[in-house]
C-alpha cells in the first residue's frame, strides 16, 4: 500500500470515527459542521499542493537523467576530448544506459505520476465512502427529531 493511500486511509478514518462519535452534535451544529469540513479541506489542498511538488520534482528530474546520455554522447562525438576524461565520459555513460533512475525513498515505492494517479483514486473512493456515511448520519438525525 503506499503512502497516500495510508495517509487517505488516516483521514477517513479518523473523520468517520469522529463522526460516529458526535453524532448527537452533528445534528445541533450544521455551522461547526461545515466549518470543520471547510478546514478539513483546507488541510487536504496543503497535503496535496506539497505531493504535486515532490512527484513533478521527482518526474522532472528523472527525465533529465535519462536524457544526460543523450547529451555526453553528443558531446564525445562533436568535441575533441582528453583520453581520460572520454573514457570517464564512456564509463559514466554505460552506468546511466543500463541503470533504471527513479526517485525511490528507502526502495519503498517510486515517486512519479502514477503516484499523482493513485492518489487522486483513492482520495475519490475514501470521499465517496464518507459522504455516504454522512448521508446516513443525516437521516438517522431526521429520524431522531421527527416524532
Known sequence: ??????????????????????ESTFCQQTNGAIVSVIVWVNWIAVYIVQILIITLTCYKTTNVAKSTAEVISHLL?????????????????KQIQHE??????????TIDTSLL?????????????LFQYQENIEIQCLEKSSP
Open 1 to 22: 500500500m503506499s503512502s497516500n493511500s495510508l495517509f487517505v486511509n488516516e483521514i477517513t478514518i479518523n473523520c468517520m470515527r469522529e463522526c460516529s462519535e458526535n
Open 77 to 93: 562525438s562533436e568535441f575533441n576530448l582528453h583520453p581520460k576524461v572520454k573514457n570517464k565520459l564512456m564509463v559514466f555513460i
Open 100 to 109: 533504471d533512475v527513479q526517485c525511490s525513498p528507502f526502495n519503498l515505492f
Open 117 to 129: 494517479f493513485s492518489f487522486a483514486r483513492d482520495s475519490v473512493t475514501y470521499l465517496l465512502a
